[in-house]
């Protein structure tokens, strides 16, 4: 933790929920960098006014990719204090090089692919206590204000993150990117263990107010869908159906392609989804299909990951390690040593 800089050390140490100023001026500062984000890489929608939904690597830097979060702050602490140099030979990175510092030296790209909230692993007692409560009408009691304490955790240093490294650090849209609990515009509630949905969007309302409620809301609407550099694609969910560069770049304008890229089933994709985005996002570059790979998360695999798409679509997400995928820019992506654990 020596390493990082107070304001993270701080979100990552707390014992306690972030209070509402804090919290609230955090928001204001994400959101006015998403609204800013440089069209050199994130081009505006086709109405001229909509975020983007595509984000495009052009600076050919090794990529360091996260699967899903769930409230594991532990997670990006360890990520960010991992020293790099002990699997990623990169130029400028040496033995006392963590990824944080590779972030501040612009040596590296770092996309999440999702997620932030509602934690998953041995978590599910806690739950149902705070259903047991929900239920009764108390809303931000003891379990429930554990559970946000671990989510607000991990959403503020992903917030943190995006404000000090604007233009290498991004953070995709997933299903659980939905603060308010909606069913429109490519979103759907969610429940799994409780009524999670619900539960987060009441104790939102209820302990900080609808204001913050809203802004978190508007800072999961300017959050891009999907990312592309010469070696790789990278959205939350294996791609429903193949998309055109332009749709991607239109997600927000289309609810099918919002959905497409954050709710599809394992077995649910059409065949060659994945293969044709690729050629679709590399037809106008001097960018070889055949040398990249799609990595995604949302459904959970059992070991290091799962290959789908003749191989060429990596899920990675396993809840119970916490492990990144690193992306070359100078050889082949090989899943059995480029995906690795930075958990100490």
Not at 167 to 172: G, I, P, S, Y
Not at 188 to 204: H, L, N, S
Not at 255 to 267: A, D, I, Y
Request: glycine share 4%; proline share 4%.
């Amino acid at each position: 933790m020596l390493d990082l800089p107070v304001d993270i050390k701080k979100v990552l140490q707390s014992d306690s929920l972030p209070d509402y100023e804090y919290l609230f001026d955090v928001l204001i500062q994400v959101t006015s960098v998403l609204d800013k984000e440089n069209t050199s890489y994130r081009q505006l929608a086709s109405d001229g006014e909509t975020l983007g939904g595509l984000i495009e690597f052009n600076d050919n830097l090794p990529m360091i990719v996260l699967p899903d979060l769930h409230a594991r702050y532990d997670f990006l602490q360890n990520f960010l204090t991992y020293k790099i140099y002990k699997k990623a030979n990169i130029p400028g990175i040496t033995k006392a090089t963590s990824v944080y510092q590779a972030l501040k030296k612009g040596l590296i790209n770092v996309v999440c692919v999702g997620d932030a909230i509602h934690t998953e692993k041995n978590t599910v007692l806690r739950w149902e206590k705070a259903h047991e409560d929900f239920v009764k009408g108390k809303k931000t009691g003891k379990y429930m204000c554990q559970e946000m304490k671990d989510c607000l955790s991990t959403l503020l240093c992903l917030m943190l993150l995006k404000i000090k490294f604007p233009k290498h650090f991004h953070f995709l849209k997933g299903n659980h990117e939905n603060i308010t609990n909606k069913s429109e515009n490519g979103d759907f509630g969610f429940r799994k263990y409780a009524d999670e949905g619900r539960m987060v969007r009441d104790f939102i309302r209820e302990y900080y107010g609808d204001d913050i409620l809203y802004l978190i809301s508007c800072y999961e609407d300017a959050l891009p869908l999907i990312a592309s550099s010469p070696y790789c694609v990278i959205s939350h969910a294996e791609p429903l159906m193949a998309f055109s560069k332009q749709q991607l770049i239109d997600a927000r304008l289309e609810e099918k392609v919002v959905e497409s890229l954050t709710w599809t089933r394992n077995n649910q994709a059409e065949d060659g989804s994945v293969l044709q985005i690729i050629k679709n996002l590399f037809a106008d570059k001097n960018w070889n299909p055949e040398n990249a790979i799609y990595l995604a998360g949302h459904r959970p695999v059992e070991n290091k990951y799962n290959l789908r798409q003749n191989g060429l679509f990596v899920q990675f997400h396993n809840p119970c390690e916490q492990n990144i995928a690193i992306i070359y820019n100078n050889r082949p992506f090989n899943p059995e040593e480029d995906i690795i654990g930075v958990e100490k």
